[in-house]
């Protein structure tokens, strides 16, 4: 920490500039900051869901972006959303007494044969970052998890994940299920992992190829707009 920092006291920052700075902390990935910060402005009065998208929703988008544009890398990401997780911690009680607006909920989880689980964690963290709810599975899924969960959870989204060229086809399996129950169309259907495309992605029926979490988000908010849109 240069000396610099060491002059900063959150508490003595306006709120314009604290929210700037809890931005940067963001970007740091400073938990404890994070939670100072978040703590410091709901004792001004702010609104829990204000705090969650001036300060931590937004800090999350510019770390989403520069993960996007390669100038921000895995291990900083989640380092980010972990702090932004802490700050979530805060909030989540508070959000649920206020009863503020939710973008949607996802399931989650990486696909039958296959163990990996970063970038399915990084889109996890990403989507609560949004605003989302969202139930993780974890590792090795079969078609039920995935059908259960939807079904308990009365999600909106699917998410699977894949790493690898062998387990990438059982994508398809789980959709080929949702349609065989006919609720296929209840569900907006997200894939992504190393080996996967856009062609991929049309071939078996998903809704739309995620490279990355970012465009996972993004892409999730624009089909949620859609659904609230047509409803």
Same mark, same amino acid.
């Given at each position: ?42 004792? =001004? ?22 993960? =996007? ?157 859609? =659904?609230?849109?047509?409803?």
């Amino acid at each position: 920490m240069s000396d610099e920092e060491d002059d900063i006291v959150l508490s003595e920052l306006s709120d314009e500039e604290l929210v700037q700075q809890m931005h940067d902390d963001l970007y740091d990935g400073l938990k404890d900051e994070i939670l100072e910060g978040v703590n410091i402005l709901l004792g =001004r009065g702010w609104e829990p869901y204000r705090v969650l998208t001036e300060a931590l929703v937004e800090g999350m988008r510019i770390v989403g972006i520069d993960f =996007r544009d390669g100038i921000l890398f895995v291990p900083e990401v989640l380092l980010a959303a972990n702090a932004m997780k802490g700050g979530m911690g805060i909030l989540k009680p508070l959000l649920a007494e206020t009863g503020a607006p939710k973008q949607g909920k996802m399931v989650i989880g990486t696909v039958k044969g296959d163990i990996h689980d970063i970038g399915k964690n990084l889109v996890s963290m990403m989507m609560e970052g949004a605003g989302f709810e969202v139930v993780d599975l974890g590792i090795n899924n079969p078609a039920e998890n995935y059908l259960e969960a939807l079904d308990k959870e009365d999600a909106d989204i699917l998410g699977m994940s894949a790493l690898l060229t062998t387990t990438m086809p059982y994508m398809k399996v789980v959709i080929d299920e949702l349609k065989a129950k006919g609720i296929r169309d209840n569900y907006v259907v997200l894939v992504g992992g190393a080996p996967l495309n856009e062609e991929f992605g049309k071939a078996i029926g998903a809704d739309a190829y995620c490279r990355d979490a970012a465009v996972a988000v993004e892409t999730a908010k624009e089909y949620m707009a859609q =659904r609230l849109h047509n409803q």
